[in-house]
């Protein structure tokens, strides 16, 4: 991929907007450590965890990208993705098990090592949309450092209102696992020479998805609705 290209800043674009997507939940655990700081140490414990848990997302992606060339694992990181992208749908976003600290270096440790745990989803997105271009890896992931510290609460938010965001987002997911899968090396005979099945494949991925996702918010939306047994 030609650095400045089409292709490149779709990428970059690509990037972005799951990092938009998969970094609202990490912005929820940033807030829910630093919440029993006092209000002069919670914009350091922010600033110092997402610092570190970028450096370390940083790290884990670039290490992913170079997984990705091992045979079959490229297809593995797609299938994981699908899966992803399904959550995106379906995530009820609990994150009771988070505890909050009260004093920063404490709740600096939990941003980071949270942030590492929850951030597997997003590791395997940016590897797969960079097309195993490690500056778009570092670009990608730069970029989602304001979105965790600033933009992502509001985004959340966002969502809540206009709830189709959320199926955007889970259908790039949904088509970059799609591509991941078909891109595999092991699977080149197939697909290389057979573009109306490369993307007929990755259509049914995404609209798997989409059609599978909206079914289990709509079976929790009537679990939630309907009234509980003894309490007429």
Do not use: C
């Not at 030609?2 to 779709?10: A, D, G, I, Q, R």
């Not at 674009?13 to 829910?32: E, K, P, Q, R, S």
């Not at 955007?168 to 020479?193: R, S």
């Not at 998805?209 to 709509?218: D, I, K, R, S």
């Amino acid at each position: 991929m030609e650095v400045f290209s089409t292709t490149y800043f779709l990428a970059l674009i690509n990037i972005i907007f799951i990092d938009l997507i998969l970094a609202g939940d990490n912005a929820i655990v940033i807030g829910m450590a630093a919440r029993k700081l006092p209000q002069h140490l919670q914009k350091k414990a922010i600033l110092f965890g997402t610092s570190g848990a970028i450096l370390l997302r940083i790290l884990a992606t670039l290490v992913v990208v170079q997984l990705l060339s091992i045979p079959y694992l490229h297809a593995i990181g797609g299938l994981l993705l699908i899966f992803i992208s399904y959550k995106v749908l379906t995530d009820d976003g609990n994150h009771d098990t988070i505890t909050a600290k009260d004093s920063l270096w404490p709740a600096v440790g939990t941003i980071v090592v949270a942030d590492a745990a929850m951030g597997l989803d997003n590791v395997i997105a940016v590897a797969g949309a960079s097309q195993q271009h490690m500056g778009l890896v570092v670009i990608g992931l730069l970029i989602s450092i304001p979105i965790v510290m600033w933009g992502s609460t509001l985004f959340i938010k966002i969502m809540d209102k206009l709830p189709w965001i959320a199926y955007v987002g889970a259908a790039i997911l949904a088509y970059t696992a799609g591509k991941m899968i078909t891109d595999e090396l092991a699977f080149e005979a197939v697909f290389v020479d057979q573009l109306w099945l490369k993307y007929g494949f990755i259509a049914i991925v995404v609209v798997g998805v989409l059609l599978l996702g909206h079914h289990t918010q709509q079976k929790k939306a009537q679990k939630i609705s309907q009234p509980v047994a003894g309490n007429k």
